[in-house]
């Protein structure tokens, strides 16, 4: 219906599929979500960075669809819409009963732990946010199959309400990302403070680009008392628009090679959000570069864009 290639695609998570772009040719570089109801499905490529909505990439869409025709398809995007958020339902109740975190917690020895401290993540916190190994990870890549070992990052809502599973995988095989979800899950952000009742009891949250750089920004930036938000992706922001527009201030701090996705997720927020610029990714700015929690205090007091 797209004119892509349908069996060059696989899906990424339960909200979207990824292959290769018809622009630049990145074989995994291309997201199509479609999480909405059809035909507000949109996209974007990680490599050449092109978005638009997925009706945009075959024209005759728009020029030849009859309203017979758009009407199937609405209703087959419906019955699949309903398919995927029942298994959505029936894989996190599983999910949420079963003992990953634990199991991941158990099989952790001072070699783990010490690639974790080399991470920036003292023991005690380590425990705090559940974090494991596992040595036998198991998953699907392009129809083949690989274990690898991997690093496990649990991930909670509020009230430590268990939504979801990253893995970081060791060694992964070529044209395999380091990080994998729970397969069937929806993508869910990383809270460093699930304990809480509310998102904000501050009124502060800062977004950062992934689970761990969100780990070392609260521990080196003596920010544990906030709540800071790890997405998954620079353009995978998992509704936290929605649920950040009534907090006072929200600090949007994404990788250098992202200033538009950064200035897009804070007009996509509101005007209590602004967004900062940093010259390395955030946790080689306190690891390797020895930012100290003053100096980030410093940068976040006096710089930062603010829409609108």
Not at 84 to 94: G, Y
Not at 107 to 130: E, L, N, S
Not at 238 to 262: E, G, T, W, Y
Request: glycine residues 8%.
């Amino acid at each position: 219906m797209l004119g892509l290639d349908v069996d060059s695609f696989t899906r990424s998570d339960a909200k979207s599929w990824r292959g290769p772009c018809p622009r630049c040719g990145g074989h995994r570089r291309f997201l199509i979500f479609t999480d909405k109801e059809f035909p507000h499905w949109n996209y974007t490529c990680n490599g050449c960075g092109i978005t638009g909505w997925a009706t945009d990439l075959n024209h005759k869409l728009k020029e030849e669809v009859t309203a017979e025709q758009r009407r199937i398809w609405l209703e087959q995007a419906k019955l699949e819409r309903q398919h995927q958020e029942a298994e959505e339902r029936q894989k996190l109740a599983e999910f949420s009963s079963n003992t990953i975190w634990r199991e991941g917690r158990e099989r952790m020895q001072d070699v783990q732990r010490a690639w974790w401290r080399g991470a920036g993540i003292p023991d005690t916190w380590q425990d705090w946010w559940r974090l494991g190994y596992i040595p036998d990870k198991r998953f699907e890549h392009n129809g083949e199959y690989y274990v690898r070992e991997a690093y496990t990052i649990p991930k909670y809502d509020l009230h430590w309400t268990a939504v979801n599973t990253d893995y970081r995988l060791v060694n992964p095989p070529a044209g395999v990302g380091k990080y994998r979800p729970e397969y069937g899950l929806p993508a869910a952000p990383f809270l460093t403070r699930p304990d809480f009742e509310e998102m904000s009891p501050v009124g502060i949250v800062l977004v950062v680009e992934g689970s761990k750089k969100a780990m070392v920004t609260a521990i080196s930036g003596r920010l544990v008392d906030i709540q800071i938000i790890g997405v998954p992706g620079s353009r995978s922001w998992c509704n936290l628009p929605a649920k950040l527009k009534n907090i006072d201030q929200v600090v949007i701090i994404l990788d250098p090679d992202a200033k538009a996705a950064a200035r897009d997720l804070a007009e996509a927020i509101g005007k209590n959000a602004r967004y900062i610029n940093l010259p390395d990714k955030i946790d080689e700015l306190f690891l390797k570069h020895h930012m100290t929690a003053r100096e980030f205090g410093a940068v976040v007091q006096r710089n930062g864009r603010m829409v609108g």
